[in-house]
């Protein structure tokens, strides 16, 4: 079996972009991440959507899976499901634990040439002022949390995961996550500037 690439691998794989969108809740700031992902798009479109393969790469989720149906992430957040259009776009509430306000995040795929690759496009939006990158390590955007997902997923796409809960092979290495989260944090100032600068 092949080894799980380290996080570091995935950095320069994520295009990131910020931008405003309306959502449920009004106007919202927006974080945008694109990856190409070796795999077509119905089997990307399976991992993201069914309970069972989400949970080889990234949380226990149950629920009703369906459009209109709720679902929750264990100690994550919960919500609606607002649209599952298959296989190109899955629209959710996101409502984190700590917060009332309804969140969106939305991932549209998109099939590349021949269909051996899938782009997916990753977007959160959020009414809060959550997405300001703070390099001194005191506070991250929630953007930065969803890289690790991210590069779990394609490392599942890839079969080199083991067939089992991620909460069962995973192990949180704080002083790792920080140090991954100041390398992505600083790429995602880079996306932030780009923003104010056509803003």
């Not at 945008?32 to 069914?50: F, G, N, S, Y």
């Not at 509430?93 to 990753?122: C, K, M, S, Y």
Request: with cysteine; aromatic share 8%; glycine share 6%.
């Amino acid at each position: 079996m092949t080894d799980i690439a380290d996080q570091d691998a995935s950095i320069p794989l994520v295009e990131r972009s910020v931008t405003n969108r309306e959502i449920a809740d009004g106007p919202a700031d927006a974080v945008v991440l694109r990856r190409r992902l070796d795999a077509p798009i119905q089997d990307v479109w399976a991992a993201i959507t069914t309970p069972d393969r989400i949970d080889r790469f990234f949380l226990p989720v149950s629920g009703d899976f369906r459009e209109g149906g709720s679902y929750a992430f264990e100690g994550q957040a919960s919500g609606r499901i607002l649209a599952c259009d298959a296989p190109n776009l899955l629209r959710l509430e996101w409502i984190p634990p700590d917060r009332a306000e309804a969140d969106q995040v939305e991932v549209r795929l998109t099939a590349d040439g021949d269909d051996d690759a899938t782009w997916l496009e990753l977007e959160h939006a959020s009414v809060a002022d959550v997405f300001h990158t703070d390099l001194s390590g005191d506070k991250f955007s929630p953007a930065i949390g969803w890289e690790g997902p991210l590069h779990f997923l394609g490392e599942y796409l890839r079969g080199v995961l083991p067939d089992q809960p991620s909460m069962e092979w995973y192990v949180f290495d704080e002083a790792e996550e920080m140090r991954l989260a100041k390398l992505r944090a600083a790429e995602w100032v880079k996306a932030e500037a780009r923003h104010a600068g056509t803003s």
